[in-house]
């Protein structure tokens, strides 16, 4: 893990997908650390199995899987931005720092949040797609500013 709980690591807390140490140290991690939460990880429990049963039921195959591909893209992205935000940050000043590190770890948590309470809701799911698509834009933002600012 690095210093910070990346999109990954805490999406795939939720449905404890993580190895219990790394799932331990990520939770532990999001729950302190004020760049990173706290994520409200007491919401972040995983679907009961009667929501997942009937979210499978009720939602055709091909629909599911197109949206667990484009969350996954989206995770994808996401890991790689924080990565390149996190090499570039270091050239902003302090307050631009600050904005943009409150700012993207607020969509980490909402993102967070929403994915976990749109499980069964295809509806929802799309809105989630759309949150990704905004945090991947402000991390796009936050890139270029820091760019900027070596200019």
């Known amino acids: 893990m690095s210093d910070h709980v990346t999109?990954?690591?805490?999406?795939?807390?939720?449905?404890?997908?993580?190895?219990?140490?790394l799932g331990s140290?990520?939770?532990?991690?999001?729950?302190?650390c004020p760049s990173c939460g706290p994520p409200r990880l007491a919401g972040l429990a995983a679907p009961d199995a009667a929501l997942q049963d009937e979210f499978a039921e009720a939602t055709p195959a091909?629909?599911?899987?197109?949206?667990?591909?484009?969350?996954?893209d989206y995770r994808s992205a996401l890991t790689?931005?924080?990565?390149?935000?996190?090499?570039?940050?270091?050239?902003?000043?302090?307050?631009?720092?600050?904005?943009?590190?409150?700012?993207?770890?607020?969509?980490?948590?909402q993102l967070a949040d929403a994915s976990v309470?749109?499980?069964?809701?295809?509806?929802?799911?799309?809105r989630v797609l759309d949150g990704y698509a905004a945090v991947v834009?402000?991390?796009?933002r936050a890139i270029e500013e820091s760019e900027e600012a070596t200019r």
């Open 7 to 21: 999109f990954e690591e805490l999406d795939a807390l939720c449905p404890r997908e993580l190895p219990p140490e």
């Open 25 to 32: 140290q990520v939770e532990d991690h999001a729950r302190r």
């Open 62 to 72: 091909p629909a599911v899987n197109a949206l667990d591909k484009a969350e996954g």
């Open 80 to 109: 790689v931005l924080e990565a390149e935000y996190g090499r570039s940050r270091e050239k902003l000043d302090a307050r631009t720092k600050e904005r943009w590190d409150r700012a993207i770890s607020r969509a980490r948590v």
């Open 117 to 126: 309470a749109a499980a069964p809701d295809v509806n929802a799911r799309m």
């Open 137 to 140: 834009r402000s991390l796009g």
